[in-house]
């Protein structure tokens, strides 16, 4: 009986509708160009989707527990010009590496430390850090191009048995969060604090420190994203993160993650990373703008949430 209860539940849930969106999405692109269910551009795909998921999943984690981070792109910005500059600077790419991951968690605890002590709203806070870290990485660029010259390229352009490497990192990161979100303690409390952090709180759960460790993980999550996307473009200029903040959390938003906090499932964003990203690949292959692709991607997100909040609406 549970079990039958529980597929009734998920028949009833946005992910499994955001699971028949992709099955005709993917059916009807594929009519009209036989190329989209091909191997290669699935494989291109996953590719193209693997930063944006990545940035996702940390977005996920914050929303979870009734947080916003707008920093991310300048995160992402900061960490792919700093290990540019250690990587050209004869520093070896491990040690780069660990330098760029630990310097953008660093800047996720500092967004966490001003949250969580202040008590201002994330958002403002956080839109104000990103041109902290985006002015910095600007000033440390001077605005131009520094390229790798090949020598990152393995982490976004790499493969293992034909599979690239940044769709395994996807995959182990999605994984990752499944994991922590649905079967420890801390993502337990996570989502209690996304549910009620008074109530949270009054339970004996430090609502502040779990504020900050969030964001100091997730502010390493958008440094492993920002690697994988220096990696794949072989070069970098400030600003290389623009947008990744928005599409992230409209990403989650579509697979049902609610922006008040505690709903939604880890599983559903990852859909709602497939689905974007379905979505920008199809309109490529059928020639459709980029103009229009904006106007299609915004109007899915405001069907998204309002889907989501379909109960509320039910009952006024």
Do not use: H, W
């Not at 992402?76 to 540019?84: A, H, K, N, P, R």
């Not at 001077?142 to 352009?157: D, E, P, Q, R, T």
């Not at 964003?269 to 490529?284: D, E, Q, W």
């Amino acid at each position: 009986m549970q079990s039958k209860f529980q597929i009734r539940k998920f028949l009833r849930s946005q992910p499994a509708l955001l699971l028949l969106v992709i099955i005709f999405l993917g059916g009807f692109t594929t009519l009209i160009n036989p190329n989209f269910i091909g191997q290669a551009n699935i494989l291109a795909i996953g590719q193209q989707i693997s930063v944006l998921g990545i940035a996702t999943m940390a977005a996920t984690m914050l929303l979870k527990s009734g947080l916003f981070d707008l920093s991310s792109s300048g995160i992402i910005s900061l960490t792919c010009v700093l290990v540019t500059l250690l990587i050209t600077n004869d520093v070896s790419i491990p040690i780069a590496v660990l330098i760029g991951i630990t310097a953008s968690s660093s800047m996720g605890f500092i967004n966490g430390v001003i949250v969580s002590k202040t008590k201002t709203p994330p958002l403002i806070i956080t839109l104000g850090m990103s041109f902290v870290y985006g002015g910095i990485a600007l000033v440390l660029t001077g605005g131009v191009f520094i390229g790798l010259k090949g020598s990152f390229a393995y982490l976004g352009n790499g493969r293992i048995f034909g599979i690239p490497v940044s769709i395994i990192v996807l995959f182990v990161v999605v994984l990752v969060t499944f994991f922590v979100v649905n079967y420890t303690r801390y993502g337990r409390r996570l989502t209690a604090i996304g549910n009620n952090p008074e109530a949270a709180y009054l339970a004996g759960v430090k609502v502040d420190k779990y504020i900050i460790a969030n964001y100091t993980i997730c502010g390493g999550v958008f440094g492993l994203a920002g690697l994988v996307l220096l990696s794949r473009l072989g070069s970098v200029v400030a600003g290389v993160g623009a947008g990744i903040e928005l599409r992230s959390i409209a990403a989650a938003i579509v697979g049902g993650i609610s922006v008040s906090g505690g709903k939604g499932s880890v599983f559903g964003a990852f859909l709602g990373v497939i689905l974007m990203g379905m979505l920008a690949n199809g309109m490529n292959i059928l020639g459709i703008s980029s103009y229009y692709q904006n106007i299609v991607l915004g109007i899915v997100m405001v069907l998204a949430v309002i889907i989501s909040n379909i109960d509320k609406i039910k009952r006024s």
